[in-house]
Every structure is written in C-alpha cells, then in structure tokens.
C-alpha cells in the first residue's frame, strides 16, 4: 500500500517540476543560478537563448566567461553578495546594454548559491536620461527667456540712442561708425528675439507663417557657431505662399536638421556647405524645403534607422538619438513628409515637404 501511494506522488512531482521550469522558462528576464565559483547551475530559456545555446549547454560555464568579462572586475556584484551573504540589487552595464540585477542566496546542499534576475532596462534608461534631459531644457529655456529679457533692456537704450546719434552727429566718418553700431544692436534684437520665440513654454498654436522667416530666424541661433567653424551657408529662397503651420515646433525641426548637417560636415573635415533651399510646388500645393551638406554622408545600413528614437552614432552623452525622431513627429503631425539622400562622396540632403493648407474656421 505504501509502495503505490509513492508512486502515485511521482508523477505529481514531476508535474509540478515541470509546471514550476515553464513558469520561470516564461519570464524573459534573465533568471539562473550560480555557485559561488560563478557556475551556472541552473537558467532559464531566455538566459541560454541570449548565447544561443540550451538551457542544459550552459550549466557548467562560468558566467564571466558567457558575458566576456575580464576576471576580476571592478563593482562585481556576485562579489558584493558572496561577501554579504544577503541579497544585493544594483544597475550594471554589460557590454552595450544596461542590466538592473537581482541576486539572492539560497541554500543547495552543502554548498551556497545566488539565484540571479538580470532585467534589461537600456530603454528605460534611456527614456528616463531623456526625461532628466527634458527637464533640464526646460530650466535651460527659462534661464534663457529671463537673461533676454534682462539683455534687451540695456539693448533698448542703445538702439534708442544710436538713432538719436545719427541724427546729430554731422560728421560722416563718425556717422558711419554709429551705423555700424545701430546695425550690430539690431542684430542682437533678432537673436534675443529668437531666443525667446524658441524658449518660450507655450500650448501648440497654428498661425499663417512665412517658412522663409521661420529659417531666418532659426540661422541667426547658429550665425555664431557657423563663423567659429568657417561653415558657409547658402540660402535659396523661391517664391512661396505662407503656410498655417506652428512655427515653434517648424523651428525646432529645422534646427535640428540644421544641427545634424553641421555634425556631418565637422566630421567630414572638409570646407563646410550648408545649403538650405525653399520652392513651391503649385501642382501639388507643397512647400518643399531642402538642407543639403557637403558632409562625410550617411552610411546604408543605418540609413533606414535615422529617424527611430533614441539611435544615435554620436558617443556617449553628445546624443540623445531624439532629434531627427521628434523632426519626423513634428513634420508628420503637420501632414508632411520627410525624407533623406545621401552618399559618402556628396554628403547628405533632407528634403521637407509641406502641404498648404488654409485654415479651417476653428483654427483661426
């Protein structure tokens, strides 16, 4: 009798084995556990398929060894718990990717061992940088709103009082260098005016716009920069009509696209060319703008990506990856199209159409 009561909880066992393997094998999290000689003694599916291998090939391997980890390392956290002999959770970076690793002892026989939990996190990570970058903009632009403010108030005076100048001063020489001042003010009044236009934290807001000012605007942001790196930049304006459009966020698309040609021909380390060009299509009622540079080019296999979020070629904390992501977003919500040719001996050319639209009755 007793012989058949144990048989019949074989199979139960068994089972409830593989019921609790499928469980784990389920979790696409990283989950294995490890001696304290850093063997696997057990993994889950997900943990073997990221080196492509049976969960029973990789009981036996050393961990360092499956990651290619150089033995020893600095912050190992198998270390910190094999010390500690309590249960550790930490960030870590393996290879290109960011990992939050949970690690917990756990008795197996005669000797200790640490089941892992390794979640890949490189997204949120990234997303979270992101959202730490968004916030700091955002100080960065009301820094920037309150220090136009503060230039534009002694800029007034010298604007008011150049005038005054060339209306006495009689003598040419002396009247020519007052010009030049009152021009180099007027100057500085577009550039505290753009600053403020592109800091500004406003609700989106369609109005009938001028593209050809909107590129002005966003050029004299970079005036400077172009001159301390000996970039020339041609303007081509055709004859277009105004467009409803949000210039703010139009602004901020071009500006990116106007960032991302200047990376590209400082990288090429050539004489720079920025060409930025406007025509009207009447038959099929667009606006197509062009920015064009002379740069190093985009290569192929990363042609396609250029506009997903958070790809970047740039290292690390000189990129978010979002520009050209959040241009793409910005040129779509308006109903328009946004597309790129490049190649490593012409460079690269992005190519914004527009649709002109009028303004429906609840817009205006």
């Known amino acids: 009798m007793a012989d058949e009561c144990q048989d019949d909880w074989v199979p139960e066992m068994v089972r409830s084995q593989r019921q609790w393997q499928a469980t784990i094998d389920a979790i696409t999290d990283y ?88 979640k890949d996190i490189t997204e949120m990570k990234a997303m979270r940088d992101q959202l730490y970058n968004t916030y700091k903009l955002a100080s960065i632009g009301q820094l920037v709103s309150g220090v136009a403010h503060e230039i534009n108030n002694p800029l007034t005076g010298i604007l008011g009082f150049s005038e005054l100048l060339t209306l006495r001063v009689k003598d040419e020489m002396v009247l020519k260098e007052v010009e030049k001042i009152h021009r180099a003010a007027e100057r500085c009044k577009v550039i505290v005016e753009s600053l403020l236009c592109f800091s500004r934290q406003q609700k989106p807001h369609r109005s009938l716009e001028y593209i050809n000012d909107i590129i002005d605007k966003t050029i004299d942001l970079r005036t400077y920069w172009h001159k301390s790196k000996d970039l020339d930049l041609v303007k081509e304006y055709g004859e277009i009509p105004m467009i409803f459009i949000d210039a703010q966020q139009i602004q901020h698309a071009i500006l990116n696209i106007l960032m991302n040609a200047e990376q590209a021909v400082l990288a090429a380390g050539r004489k720079g060319r920025i060409t930025i060009s406007t025509v009207y299509d009447r038959e099929a009622k667009k606006i197509i703008i062009t920015i064009a540079d002379n740069g190093a080019g985009i290569p192929d296999h990363i042609r396609g990506r250029i506009f997903d979020p958070f790809f970047t070629t740039k290292p690390v904390g000189e990129g978010s990856g979002l520009g050209l992501s959040m241009t793409y977003g910005i040129i779509t919500e308006h109903g328009g199209t946004i597309s790129v040719g490049s190649s490593t001996e012409e460079g690269t050319a992005f190519i914004v159409e527009l649709p002109v639209v009028k303004p429906s009755e609840s817009d205006i």
């Open 31 to 118: 989950i294995f556990v490890t001696d304290r000689a850093r063997r696997v003694i057990r993994a889950n599916k997900s943990f073997s398929a990221r080196f492509q291998r049976h969960p029973k090939d990789v009981v036996g391997l050393r961990v360092d060894e499956l990651f290619g980890l150089e033995i020893p390392h600095t912050n190992c956290l198998l270390d910190r718990a094999f010390e500690s002999r309590q249960s550790v959770v930490d960030e870590t970076v393996v290879g290109a990717d960011t990992y939050m690793i949970s690690i917990f002892p756990v008795e197996l026989g005669n000797d200790g061992a640490y089941v892992c939990v390794m």
